[in-house]
């Protein structure tokens, strides 16, 4: 793509409406500031320019514009970032004059859509009637199955066969999880695609319909593009659902997010059967800061609601609980209660504190008086965590009417143990990390990148100065600004970045350089002080040079030339 049009397209659009959409911003000055979605955070350290079209991380030091926001935000490659923001602007950007590079994975990937065809193939033929039925009497009907690509394993190795006849050798079929010893992994089960957050297919989940003593469910192994930790089932569909209402929605498994499909709730992501990890934690927290758990009402599905709540609380997020019961996940309370019943569940969810309290009283025998006390106690250090005073004082009062106990008697223990959470630590936390400072020189060098970036003049003006950088990385880099600014004759930071993308070694520089706040305004006077410590940084290593050269040479009358060299260096002549 012609890097005019990638250009127009970036100045067509505004970064902070951009990062806006999906992180709240908060406007200081002429900056704007909020969460970085790249760390974990939880103080806003991501500083948003409106006025270069930038935006840097003071503690992960995450840098670019708004195309490198994007693709890392969205998991997006260029291509698709282009496209997304030409279709915002009006611009149909083509791809004639820009091929989608090919990427690591890609044959894993076509090897998966190849499959998702053949079994869908298999489910919609005369062979699938029997699973078509099962599916049906489950309440799957064909528009759900299209919906969510399901298709059908049979008891052959026709897939094998399938894929070696497309250039693919066995040990590339183990590797990704769909043959083993020239034998299909799945046979005679309900085939579910799994998709990564972009919407790829990575794996399968194959469940039982037949009578049989194997698994319920076979889901493909680990590989190279499918870790299960790393990825939430639907979050491809959810992501913009989510952001539009406000609010997602956890569940266990990936029926119960077909499930709710069928009665319009689309803001779903499920587990996929495992722990909450740290990596699906900031995942969630892209889609929303309104984040209700919806898991088994089962003992394991309460224990998992438990440890998920106090996993977002570290997080400095409370999260809301949908309590179903006991019996019940989410795919059988909405067969049988439907819709409504199911929106009213989620309308009315419970904050993960209050969850915690529920859950104290059930294991607690409050006939007992130290029982009785003990769970009280506990009440109380649960409360200390909330932050609204309101909740706190409706507890409190609750409390008092329940237990008759007198409401100060509550409040003074409530206040103790509060001030004790909120005390901070008389130990002084040390970090071995070791930040080096940087040298005049480098200092200089950075300042004068920045300089030439915001300022037209300062590039003529540097470029006549013939200044020497020894380290390469600075060299490319001021080579390439000049070529830039030749070529188009205007240059941004934001454009700039953009022209650097593919240019590793440059966008290194420009990361480092926009790291820091810099000054804003450049003189003649600043200008020259900083062509002074470059000047004087070659200088001392031409000297360091000479020098060696003396310690090595053998002959005197040569060390005595060299000497001579380092004098007039000194003295400037």
């Known amino acids: 793509m012609k890097n005019d049009i990638v250009n127009d397209i970036r100045r067509r659009v505004d970064i902070v409406d951009i990062i806006g959409e999906r992180i709240p911003l908060i406007a200081r000055g002429k900056n704007f500031f909020g969460v970085c979605p790249f760390h974990n955070d939880s103080n806003p350290s991501m500083c948003v320019s409106r006025e270069k079209q930038i935006y840097t991380c003071f503690s992960c030091h995450a840098t670019g514009n708004v195309y490198t926001f994007l693709e890392n935000y969205e998991h997006w490659d260029f291509r698709e970032t282009l496209k997304y923001l ?65 298709g059908l394993s049979l008891s052959n190795n026709d897939l094998t066969k399938l894929l070696e006849k497309k250039d693919y050798t066995l040990l590339e079929l183990n590797k990704c999880g769909l043959s083993s010893d020239n034998r299909d992994i799945y046979h005679d089960r309900i085939m579910f695609p799994l998709y990564d957050i972009n919407g790829k297919i990575v794996a399968f989940s194959g469940r039982i319909y037949k009578n049989n003593d194997q698994n319920k469910y076979l889901n493909t192994k680990e590989t190279d593009v499918f870790k299960k930790g790393h990825m939430l089932y639907h979050y491809h569909i959810a992501r913009e659902v989510a952001r539009s209402e406000k609010c997602v929605i956890i569940m266990e498994g990936f029926m119960d997010v077909i499930r709710a499909s069928t009665i319009g709730v689309h803001n779903t992501i499920a587990l996929m059967g495992t722990a909450l990890t740290q990596e699906q934690i900031q995942l969630i927290k892209r889609l929303s800061s309104n984040i209700i758990l919806c ?55 419970i904050y993960f504190s209050n969850y915690k309290i529920r859950s104290l009283r059930r294991n607690t025998n409050l006939q007992n008086d130290k029982e009785k006390a003990f ?110 600014y030749e070529k188009y004759g205007i240059i941004t930071i934001a454009d700039f970045y953009t022209y650097a993308l593919d240019k590793q070694c440059v966008k290194e520089v420009l990361d480092e350089v926009l790291r820091e706040n810099r000054e ?54």
Not at 91 to 110: C, H, L
Not at 375 to 402: G, H, M
Not at 453 to 481: A, C, Q, S
């Open 375 to 484: 769970y009280i106690d506990k009440v109380l250090e649960e409360t200390a965590e909330i932050s609204d005073e309101i909740r706190v004082e409706i507890i409190l009062k609750n409390l008092a009417k329940e237990f008759d106990i007198g409401y100060n008697t509550l409040e003074m223990r409530f206040r103790e143990k509060k001030e004790k959470k909120e005390k901070p630590s008389s130990f002084i936390t040390f970090t071995n990390q070791v930040i080096k400072e940087k040298t005049k020189y480098v200092k200089a060098v950075e300042n004068l990148i920045y300089f030439m970036l915001t300022y037209d003049w300062v590039i003529t003006e540097t470029k006549g100065k013939h200044l020497i950088f020894p380290e390469e990385k600075y060299r490319i880099t001021m080579n390439e600004i000049f070529y830039y």
């Open 86 to 150: 030409g279709d915002l602007v009006g611009i149909d950007v083509g791809y004639a004059n820009y091929q989608k590079r090919e990427g690591k994975f890609d044959k894993i990937y076509e090897a998966y859509r190849i499959a998702l065809k053949y079994y869908q193939n298999n489910l919609a033929s005369s062979v699938g009637r029997e699973a078509k039925v099962y599916l049906n009497n489950r309440k799957i009907d064909d528009e759900v199955i299209k919906e969510f690509e399901i």
């Open 295 to 349: 898991l088994d009402g089962d003992d394991p599905g309460q224990a998992a609601t438990l440890q998920a709540g106090e996993l977002f609380l570290k997080e400095k997020i409370e999260v809301k609980v949908i309590v179903l019961p006991e019996n019940d996940d989410p795919d059988s309370f909405i067969l049988r209660e439907g819709e409504e019943r199911f929106r009213s569940l989620v309308e009315n969810a």
């Open 520 to 573: 804003s305004v450049v003189t003649a006077v600043l200008l020259e002080e900083l062509y002074k410590a470059i000047r004087e940084n070659s200088l001392n290593l031409e000297i360091n040079r000479l020098k060696k050269k003396i310690e090595e040479e053998l002959d005197p009358l040569e060390q005595a030339r060299l000497a001579e060299q380092i004098r007039k260096l000194r003295i400037g002549d």
